[in-house]
Each structure stands twice: as structure tokens, then as C-alpha cells.
């Protein structure tokens, strides 16, 4: 009796493997869906509403939980309309001469960065003040090639959807212009008596000079670096043209 051939079937796909590598898949998409419509929803809402707190101020108030020291917050946002306009003047000439011009990014200012990074010396002012608004308000501190990526993605949000002028305006509440001292407005009472209203273009220059170590350099009691710095800056807002420099920002 002749034996009949058998066919080998195939052996069936591991449908497990390829269940659980969809189900990954499908997580992570949701992940990046839901990333980028809370990201954009919350710079749209910013761009009408008040920063409430930053995640520097929040790490600041950590850091000085953990060292026993105050962790009182100074923080009082005013509208760009109620800041003296030598006060957004002076940051653009300490932090970003170019910031009407560029798109969020000052790419000359990074490449030589780049370059003298890596030679072992350090070069402040690479970050425009576009990218320095996007870490302070929506990211964390520490340098990281992930926190860079991010870093850039937001700049390009507010860029489109904030504008200069709001840009600007986040700038000058959020930076930190002194230990636990958030804005111009805190600045002005707690060192010059006053409102940001009435900050003249000297004193808006010194808040500027400590912009870079706020907690090392005070504006209160300037050392000779802050008074050389003060002096520097002030010359570059005249150079510039003065307020009309800043004058017609875009709105979005």
C-alpha cells in the first residue's frame, strides 16, 4: 500500500509577539497624540493667561526646602503695557540683540558656541531669548540632549503661536533676577522701592547685568563686574535705537 505524502504546514506566526509589538506601538502613538495636544494647548492657554509658576521657581522653592533656607517665591506679573519699556529693551540687549529678526534660533551664536565648547571654554548667550522662555517655563534645568529636543519643539510653538511681543512679555515676569525673585516687577519693589512701571533705563540695565547668575550678582548692592556690565548694556540700548527697537514686535 502505497504511503500517502504529507504536506508540512507552516508553523503558525507567533501572534503573542506580534500582539504585544502592536500594543507597544499603539501605546507610544497615544503617548506622542496626547503629548502634543497638551503641549499645544497649554502654549495656546499661556498665550492669554498669566504664567501662575514656572518649573524654575518650583525647583527653587524644593531647593531651598531641602536647605533649610526660605522658600518664599517674590513674583508679581504685570503686563507688558504696565512694564517700562527699558526693561524688555535692556534684555534684548543683554541676552539677544537679534531677537525681532530670527525665527527662535540664533544658529551663527550656536555654531560658535559649538566650537568653543569644544575647545573647553564656555560661551554665554548661545540660548536666544525665545529658547530661554521655552526651558523656563515649560521644561527642567539640567542640560540634557532629551531636555535640548524638547527644548527646541517649544521654541518653535511660541515662536508661531505667542509671537515676540508675548515672548518678550513671559520673559521679563519669568526670569530670575535674583535669589527666589522672579520678573521685573518683583525685582523693582524688592531692590529699587518702585514699580516696573517707572524702572529707568540704568536700572532696567542692572537687572539685566545679573540675568546670567542672578543668585551669584545682586542689583541691589552691584558689585564692580554688575557696574561695568550695567554700563555695557546701557550703551547697547542707546546703539540699538533705544524703546523704538522693540517697538513693533510681532503679536504672533
Same mark, same amino acid.
Given at each position: 500500500?502505497?504511503?500517502?505524502?504529507? !504536506?508540512?504546514?507552516?508553523?503558525?506566526?507567533?501572534?503573542?509577539?506580534?500582539? #504585544?509589538?502592536? #500594543?507597544?506601538?499603539?501605546?507610544?502613538?497615544? +503617548?506622542?497624540?496626547?503629548?502634543?495636544i497638551?503641549?499645544?494647548?497649554?502654549? !495656546?492657554? %499661556?498665550?492669554?493667561?498669566?504664567?501662575?509658576?514656572?518649573?524654575?521657581?518650583?525647583?527653587?522653592?524644593? #531647593? @531651598?526646602?531641602?536647605? #533649610?533656607?526660605?522658600?518664599?517665591?517674590?513674583?508679581?506679573?504685570?503686563?507688558?503695557?504696565?512694564?517700562?519699556?527699558? !526693561?524688555?529693551?535692556?534684555?534684548?540687549?543683554? =541676552?539677544?540683540?537679534?531677537?525681532?529678526?530670527?525665527?527662535?534660533?540664533?544658529?551663527?551664536?550656536?555654531?560658535?558656541?559649538f566650537?568653543?565648547?569644544?575647545?573647553?571654554?564656555?560661551?554665554?548667550?548661545?540660548?536666544?531669548i525665545?529658547?530661554?522662555?521655552?526651558?523656563? +517655563?515649560?521644561?527642567?534645568? =539640567?542640560?540634557?540632549?532629551?531636555?535640548?529636543?524638547?527644548?527646541?519643539?517649544?521654541? %518653535?510653538?511660541? $515662536?508661531?503661536?505667542?509671537?515676540?511681543?508675548?515672548?518678550? $512679555?513671559?520673559?521679563?515676569?519669568?526670569? =530670575?533676577?535674583?535669589?527666589?525673585?522672579?520678573?521685573? $516687577?518683583?525685582?523693582?519693589?524688592?531692590?529699587?522701592?518702585?514699580?516696573?512701571?517707572?524702572?529707568?533705563?540704568? $536700572?532696567?540695565?542692572?537687572?539685566?547685568?545679573?540675568?546670567?547668575?542672578?543668585?551669584?550678582?545682586?542689583?541691589?548692592?552691584?558689585?564692580?563686574?554688575?557696574?561695568?556690565?550695567?554700563?555695557?548694556?546701557?550703551?547697547?540700548?542707546? @546703539?540699538?535705537?533705544g524703546?523704538?527697537?522693540i517697538?513693533?514686535?510681532?503679536?504672533?
Amino acid at each position: 500500500m502505497a504511503k500517502l505524502n504529507t !504536506v508540512r504546514k507552516p508553523k503558525p506566526k507567533n501572534k503573542k509577539k506580534q500582539s #504585544g509589538f502592536s #500594543g507597544i506601538i499603539g501605546f507610544l502613538k497615544k +503617548v506622542i497624540l496626547y503629548f502634543v495636544i497638551l503641549s499645544v494647548g497649554s502654549v !495656546v492657554l %499661556f498665550k492669554f493667561v498669566p504664567i501662575p509658576i514656572t518649573i524654575t521657581m518650583i525647583d527653587q522653592k524644593i #531647593g @531651598a526646602l531641602i536647605d #533649610g533656607k526660605s522658600s518664599e517665591i517674590y513674583y508679581d506679573w504685570e503686563s507688558y503695557s504696565d512694564i517700562s519699556k527699558e !526693561v524688555p529693551l535692556a534684555a534684548v540687549a543683554a =541676552e539677544d540683540q537679534l531677537f525681532p529678526e530670527h525665527l527662535g534660533f540664533d544658529f551663527k551664536s550656536m555654531r560658535n558656541a559649538f566650537k568653543n565648547n569644544s575647545k573647553g571654554k564656555k560661551v554665554r548667550g548661545a540660548s536666544t531669548i525665545s529658547q530661554q522662555v521655552a526651558k523656563n +517655563v515649560f521644561l527642567w534645568q =539640567e542640560r540634557s540632549y532629551v531636555r535640548k529636543a524638547f527644548e527646541v519643539y517649544f521654541t %518653535f510653538l511660541i $515662536e508661531v503661536i505667542w509671537g515676540k511681543k508675548r515672548i518678550l $512679555e513671559v520673559y521679563i515676569n519669568v526670569a =530670575e533676577m535674583g535669589p527666589m525673585t522672579f520678573g521685573a $516687577e518683583a525685582a523693582a519693589q524688592k531692590y529699587f522701592r518702585k514699580s516696573a512701571a517707572s524702572l529707568t533705563r540704568n $536700572e532696567a540695565a542692572r537687572l539685566a547685568a545679573v540675568l546670567p547668575s542672578p543668585r551669584k550678582w545682586s542689583a541691589s548692592r552691584p558689585g564692580p563686574y554688575v557696574n561695568r556690565r550695567t554700563s555695557q548694556i546701557a550703551r547697547q540700548m542707546r @546703539a540699538l535705537g533705544g524703546t523704538s527697537y522693540i517697538k513693533n514686535l510681532r503679536s504672533f
